[in-house]
């Protein structure tokens, strides 16, 4: 059992909360401290909650700041939930204290504290990883065992997109995705392109364009209801990826616009075409469209065929081939741990986070260059996971 202290008891801390209550069966919360007290005291009140309706767990300790945490001798994991850019200060001090770390996306929010920090848990040999840990669930995972065992051929490229307008309708404290280490990229990129690289492996060089539609914004969410952000940040990122394989992938995501499906997300091979499911999720559904399956009617300009209001119709659904199909954030956490144990490989690890990293923060480089640019990080994909017989518990 491998016990870990939660620094940051926000929004996404519920999740956690509840997947290590009741999930994963291997890790335990030992303690945690957020700059607001009331709310590691909430976070401490859910596990007792649920120890009343049964959960199995310890009750978790308060520390009264990050760096009670990192002194206690009993914790082997920090589990960094700040915000974006305050990533960068927790990890890097609790590294020097000699901690491992699991954060959430980003791994920092410029490509200097990327590096930073991945030399230091290189040189500190430390466990650092993070989130997300969406392309671990079932929905990903089973795409690409479809794309490795040649459903679709050769992969030749990828089209992904990520549009709303924004989170100021719905998240309580909205204000930093407008400022530094914010942005629809840097905020919901993770996902997008760190199951792009998974799937399709590593990034060679991106170009970009960006930009700010709104210079402020207005929250409706609840308590901030009528306060104003100013918009530091660009919130409409458009970019082209070029992949070691010689696969081109398109990126768009944006904060901007109106538009009824958040999430896009197709793989496009020499044999078929995968459409992906949202990789902010866990599950499927998962897509898979191979010309031969039809019996092919006359030939016509596509051009003029009858415009049909789902483009997927034609697309066969394979069921999910692994497990985690539910919101299972933590679940890279879990296998760090098993990791820490066992001195195996985890999945997912710094050296994707840093290159997810260099991506995600290279497309407004390239926007503000007008350049190509090359990148520098190096990329091997992490193990597909395992079927496991006990949900909960990775493998060894
Ligand atoms: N909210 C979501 O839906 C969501 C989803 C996925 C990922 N995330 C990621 O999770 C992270 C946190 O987001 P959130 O929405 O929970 O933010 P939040 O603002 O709701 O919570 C962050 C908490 O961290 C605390 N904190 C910051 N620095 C601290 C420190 N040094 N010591 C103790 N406490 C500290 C703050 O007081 C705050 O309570 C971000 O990286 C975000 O990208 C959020």
């Given at each position: 059992m491998i016990k870990i202290a939660m620094v940051g008891c926000g929004d996404i801390s519920r999740i956690y909360l509840k997947n290590l209550t009741w999930t994963f069966k291997e890790v335990e919360l030992y303690g945690v401290c957020d700059f607001r007290p009331e709310r590691a005291e909430k976070a401490v009140n859910y596990v007792k909650g649920e120890i009343e309706n049964g959960a199995e767990v310890p009750v978790p300790k308060i520390y009264k700041d990050m760096y009670e945490a990192f002194a206690d001798p009993e914790v082997q994991v920090i589990l960094n939930l700040t915000r974006p850019y305050e990533h960068y200060d927790v990890t890097k001090n609790a590294l020097l204290s000699g901690k491992n770390v699991y954060s959430e996306k980003?791994?920092?929010?410029t490509i200097e504290e990327g590096d930073e920090l991945a030399a230091l848990a290189e040189e500190k040999g430390l466990h650092l990883g993070g989130a997300p840990d969406t392309f671990m669930g079932a929905g990903i995972q089973t795409c690409r065992r479809l794309i490795d065992d040649g459903y679709i051929g050769e992969v030749i490229g990828a089209n992904v997109s990520m549009i709303c307008r924004g989170h100021e309708t719905w998240?309580?404290?909205?204000e930093f995705y407008y400022k530094k280490g914010g942005g629809p990229m840097m905020d919901m990129g993770p996902y997008y392109v760190t199951a792009l690289v998974n799937l399709l492996g590593e990034a060679k060089a991106l170009t970009g364009m960006t930009k700010k539609s709104f210079d402020k914004r207005l929250i409706t969410s609840k308590p901030h209801n009528g306060e104003i952000i100013d918009v530091d940040v660009d919130t409409h990122l458009a970019g082209n990826i070029l992949f070691a394989n010689g696969a081109i992938a398109s990126i768009f995501t944006t904060f901007d616009v109106y538009y009824t499906q958040q999430a896009h997300f197709e793989v496009y091979g020499t044999k078929g075409t995968l459409a992906v499911p949202d990789p902010n999720t866990f599950g499927g559904p998962v897509l898979l469209y191979r010309p031969e399956d039809f019996v092919a009617g006359p030939t016509v300009d596509p051009a003029l065929r009858k415009i049909e209001f789902d483009p997927y119709t034609k697309f066969r659904q394979i069921p999910l081939m692994y497990d985690y199909r539910e919101n299972s954030r933590g679940l890279g956490l879990a296998d760090m741990c098993k990791s820490i144990e066992t001195g195996r490989a985890w999945r997912a690890n710094f050296r994707q986070q840093h290159h997810v990293l260099e991506i995600l923060t290279g497309f407004s480089k390239a926007s503000e260059s007008g350049k190509f640019l090359e990148l520098k990080t190096r990329y091997t994909r992490p193990e597909i996971m395992n079927n496991n017989p006990l949900h909960g518990v990775l493998d060894e």
């Open positions: 980003p791994l920092g929010i998240h309580p404290d909205p």
